[in-house]
């Protein structure tokens, strides 16, 4: 979970530290605020997208024009939060640019995330906190066995025959109304392409990461 907070700030600034389009900014918030709603992790986001960990998170770590959803990832986030296109792009968002002053990274004890004063057009600023919890160092996920036995049979069968990023399999499991955690896909996808266990390769495909069956010399 991201925790949010707005506090009451200091005096604005000559210059802002970072100027990003002012819709990019509210996707931003968007998603936190919908992530939070719904119980999903920024990680598993990144996940589904088919990026790696923290992917999202560098987003808000380091908003700014390039560090930003694109478009193709901005058409998958209504599915993937379970919400209409209207939740992520807000309609009466003002044109233009927004300015974020005081930028800075959380230097919190178990807590990573980044800080920001916004102002509004009497000169009044508000601080924005996004800040989330680091996992305890040696933590693990359990293992969900069933469904790690049942992507084993989907090798067998043939389906990674085919390069498949991580929002395909997803949906196909879903289609066939198997209950399941986004992070214990990720662990078992991570699992099958164990040197151990040399079942699934992976490798980004422009730009999005793909599994696929590993064919044994």
């Keep these: 979970m991201i925790e949010v907070e707005h506090i009451v700030s200091v005096r604005k600034p000559e210059k802002p530290d970072v100027v990003m389009a002012r819709m990019d900014y509210v996707i931003i918030c968007q998603v936190i605020e919908r992530l939070n709603e719904i119980g999903m992790s920024d990680d598993e986001l990144s996940f589904l997208l088919g990026k790696p960990n923290n992917y999202v998170f560098g987003f808000i770590v380091k908003p700014n024009d390039k560090n930003r959803f694109h478009e193709d990832q901005i058409d ?3 599915y993937l939060l ?23 990274k959380i230097k919190e004890e178990g ?19 996004w800040k989330k919890k680091q996992a305890p160092k040696g933590t693990t996920r359990k293992t969900n066995e069933p469904l790690l036995a049942l992507l084993k049979q989907w090798i067998a069968d ?27 896909l990720e662990k078992c996808l991570k699992i099958l392409c164990r040197a151990n266990q040399q079942l699934l390769e992976k490798d980004a ?13």
């Design 158 to 184: 043939g389906y990674f025959d085919q390069k498949q990023n991580a929002l395909e399999i997803y949906k196909k499991l879903k289609a066939e109304n198997v209950e399941l955690h986004i992070s214990e």
């Design 205 to 217: 495909v422009d730009g999005v990461l793909k599994y696929w069956k590993l064919h044994k010399k």
């Design 111 to 129: 807590y990573k995330g980044f800080s920001h004063i916004i102002y509004d057009m009497n000169g009044d600023g508000t601080r924005i906190i």
């Design 76 to 78: 998958l986030l209504p």
């Design 82 to 104: 379970d919400c209409p296109f209207s939740r992520i792009l807000i309609n009466s968002t003002p044109p233009g640019d927004i300015h974020l002053h005081y930028t800075k």
